[in-house]
T-cell receptor, first 113, second 115 residues
Framework: GNSVTQMEGPVTLSEEAFLTINCTYTATGYPSLFWYVQYPGEGLQLLLKATKADDKGSNKGFEATYRKETTSFHLEKGSVQVSDSAVYFCALRQQGGSEKLVFGKGTKLTVNP | NAGVTQTPKFRVLKTGQSMTLLCAQDMNHEYMYWYRQDPGMGLRLIHYSVGEGTTAKGEVPDGYNVSRLKKQNFLLGLESAAPSQTSVYFC??????????????FGPGTRLTVL
């Protein structure tokens, strides 16, 4: 079945450091890929998405490129801020029907001043 | 618009008690979902609905029931709560738009503890 694997956390960085959170997936067909962010005490919010191979999603300085050849969708940011501290979830949307999402386990990011 | 709201925010139950979690959305979305979030497990789908009057099982449906009598509401019921159901529960909704992927909008969550 479809699955998402993302790097284990937690990740701790200093402000202005470069961030990479790895995400790989297993799926049939051509899923859409998402990164969601969960700030402390809140629900999940969509951070960015990509719907087909080679698409790049971007938002708030974060980027991720849909790489079908490596089945990956790694999240990157060039210079993190304290306010980026959160849990990040990679997800894929299964084709057809219910439009269900399959989530990775989440990666907790802490950014220190 | 309030988006997706969940009631209650917190609840403590004793083993064997029952309760209902309410999810409401004011965005006229067709699809609604219930997830549970446990440490190190990510979000797992419990049940979902593709429209008023329809429900279907997700990844971890055992011990839960759902109903979607109105388009804007999606109820999650626990008939006989167990400690294994201690978790944070999230409701989400999404819209249908042919040819486009679309996001799920999440509620703020309900933290449930079963003693």
């Amino acid at each position: 079945g479809n699955s998402v694997t993302q790097m284990e956390g937690p990740v701790t960085l200093s402000e202005e450091a470069f961030l990479t959170i790895n995400c790989t997936y297993t799926a049939t067909g051509y899923p859409s890929l998402f990164w969601y962010v969960q700030y402390p005490g809140e629900g999940l919010q969509l951070l960015l998405k990509a719907t087909k191979a080679d698409d790049k999603g971007s938002n708030k300085g974060f980027e991720a490129t849909y790489r079908k050849e490596t089945t990956s969708f790694h999240l990157e940011k060039g210079s993190v801020q304290v306010s980026d501290s959160a849990v990040y979830f990679c997800a894929l949307r299964q084709q057809g029907g219910s439009e269900k999402l399959v989530f990775g386990k989440g990666t907790k990011l802490t950014v220190n001043p | 618009n309030a988006g997706v709201t969940q009631t209650p925010k917190f609840r403590v139950l004793k083993t064997g008690q029952s309760m209902t979690l309410l999810c409401a959305q004011d965005m006229n979305h067709e699809y609604m979902y219930w997830y549970r979030q446990d440490p190190g497990m990510g979000l797992r789908l419990i049940h979902y609905s593709v429209g008023e009057g329809t429900t279907a099982k997700g990844e971890v449906p055992d011990g839960y029931n759902v109903s979607r009598l109105k388009k804007q509401n999606f109820l999650l019921g626990l008939e006989s709560a167990a400690p294994s159901q201690t978790s944070v529960y999230f409701c989400a909704s999404s819209y249908l738009k042919a040819g486009y992927s679309f996001e799920q909008f999440f509620g703020p969550g309900t933290r449930l503890t079963v003693l």
